[in-house]
DNA sequence: TTGTAAATGTAACAAATGTTACAGATTAAG
DNA sequence: CTTAATCTGTAACATTTGTTACATTTACAA
């Protein structure tokens, strides 16, 4: 009915016939948007679970001058906003701006709520993505809490190292990016990397990193 | 059976002898601790269910130097980690430590899952939980993510006026505790502070702040 | 009231990072 | 191979924040 959907993290582990089974027995409704079109605004409540099924939905976080911050885009299968459609605030977090058109699958909560008591393997499914974006966004405040651009080059390379073992850590990132998602100015970035170039960290060449002085390289971290 | 648990946000709406009967299909087991046991360890794989019944423990975030950097307590009755049990991850984010005696209740995964199956209001209070963790650490890094001392302030403030509405703020943090969460030091607090209001945007005394100019506050957060 | 601890104001200086601008190096497309 | 776009190195200077130290104020208990 939907196949769309069996790509989705939510209904992952379905086939179509146990999809198309458990649609016959949740109350839904697709509804199509247009280019441009708002579907919900920052601080609205979230009452309803969105499935994108067609098009590009676009986040735009506001800041108290109304002046747009930072855009996440969205493509489908994913649901929107799946943290928020629980929990003590349930409102929100953005506003939902229509990229192109296309269309969303609408399931209001009690009702999906019904879905994941049904289906285990859904209600799984779906904690496993809220879990997901709770992990993620922890990360994320490790890595912000730290506050120099030593640290938080220490912390990248040796979060590679980890994943890798070896004293060489490839690099598919340019110092463009990297600066941007340090949240640091590229020249502040690059100045950092030849001073610990300099101190015999670490060699930095376009495409990999090798460590020459790990010790020194942890104890950045140490305090 | 275990009536301290009804006060958990886990079984919250649950009478004693619902919680009793689902003890009594929910295959449990309690383990009890000593001060200074270390009950698990960073990068653990998560397979269990932990729920403090009695005793105080406390998780220490540790840093790749092997320091510990943040410490939060945890006070019964709640989950140990909840938003690690499932999720792409599921590895012990902290080194957990029991502060006093006491015992926690454990349930392995698969009958946890069994139980949220089960008890679609034990569901629902999960995803509350999980939910709720997403959503506070969500509004950390929108903090975390202003640059300046200014913008923090600025951010701050509005936030406190928002929920009260006027241009009078009580404030019940003192300016090094504000520092602390800011995650600056205090001098540098102050000193910023000083700054704003001789720019005549508000006026800042022990326990309260009055806004002078409204304007003035949201353009610094406006880029 | 007085004494003490905590909180705050303040200043001089150091350190880190941002800003701006430009030159050289690298990559990818034609 | 040539060219244009992107990435990187670098420098001078401005700005922000940290560091340290001390004075002043406030709150609270004896």
Partial sequence: MYPILLNSPLFRGLTL???????????????????????????????????LMEGR???????????SLK??????????????????????????????DGKIMIILKKEFTDMLSLESRVMVNYINIVSGKAQFLSGKITFLSLRTIKEKIAYYILQMVKSGGNNY?????TQTNLAELFGVTRPSLSRTIQEMEKQDIFTWSRDNIVIKDLKKLNSILGR
């Fill in 17 to 51: 016939e146990e999809l198309t089974l458990l649609f016959s027995q949740v109350k839904h409704q697709i509804r199509h948007f247009r280019t441009g079109e708002l579907l919900a605004q920052a601080g609205d409540p979230v009452d309803k679970a969105i499935l």
């Fill in 57 to 67: 939905l676009q986040g735009e976080m506001v800041d108290f001058a109304g002046n």
């Fill in 71 to 100: 855009i996440e885009e969205l493509d489908p299968p994913q649901m929107v906003a799946a943290a928020f459609l629980y929990g003590p605030k349930s409102k929100f977090p953005v506003f939902l701006n229509a990229k192109t």
């Fill in 169 to 173: 850590v490839a690099i598919d990132q």
